[in-house]
T-cell receptor, first 114, second 113 residues
């Protein structure tokens, strides 16, 4: 069975601080995909990134970066120079290639204060 | 504009009534999904469909029913058998299952009193 753990329930930072959201996963498959989604107060989940298990290169997109480490089964998400608009719930998710659905973590509520 | 629409945004019902939540997509996606989200919690899968006229139960299917008669549409009925129906319901779609990212609709907040 697959599982995703986001141990940080809530994080509060001041604008311009860097913040890292942790994600640890469990799976028996050697081939799988990891995702991050953002859920702003409006409620709709927004897709941020997908990573396959064979690609451990870190990814950077503007102020967002992702650190994938198979050795520790982690896929952490860092926001550099946070902004108030980054305030949202962030979900990490996992799917096995052979599977048909996503397993979500419990989410991390990020609050960026001005 | 391509996307997923869910209507209505807010829905109120009396206990004992069935209610149907709408989900439509024009992304030409084969797979569609229904999730339930309770306050402060993650998403739990109710039902999913990989192709027209076919669907499978997710983790919390009891008290819910779905149909997939058209590729674009995947309505969810919350029946009176669902013990705690008040929740936020999210519909999603993807090109296929497995490796594909899912795209989500704006959600429907259902309140049953």
């Amino acid at each position: 069975a697959q599982k995703v753990t986001q141990a940080q329930t809530e994080i509060s930072v001041v604008e311009k601080e860097d913040v890292t959201l942790d994600c640890v996963y469990e799976t028996r498959d050697t081939t799988y995909y990891l995702f991050w989604y953002k859920q702003p107060p409006s409620g709709e989940l927004v897709f941020l990134i997908r990573r396959n298990s064979f690609d451990e290169q870190n990814e950077i997109s503007g102020r967002y970066s992702w650190n994938f480490q198979k050795s520790t089964s982690s896929f952490n998400f860092t926001i550099t120079a946070s902004q108030v608009v980054d305030s949202a719930v962030y979900f990490c998710a996992l799917t096995e290639t052979s599977g048909s659905r996503l397993t979500f973590g419990e989410g991390t509520q990020l609050t960026v204060n001005p | 504009d391509g996307g997923i629409t869910q209507s209505p945004k807010y829905l109120f019902r009396k206990e004992g009534q069935n209610v149907t939540l709408s989900c439509e997509q024009n992304l030409n996606h084969d797979a569609m999904y229904w999730y339930r989200q309770d306050p402060g919690q993650g998403l739990r899968l109710i039902y999913y469909s990989q192709i027209v006229n076919d669907f499978q139960k997710g983790d919390i299917a009891e008290g819910y029913s779905v149909s997939r008669e058209k590729k674009e549409s995947f309505p969810l009925t919350v029946t009176s058998a669902q013990k705690n129906p008040t929740a936020f319901y999210l519909c999603a779609s993807s090109f296929g299952t497995g490796a594909y990212e899912q795209y989500f609709g704006p959600g429907t907040r259902l309140t049953v009193t």
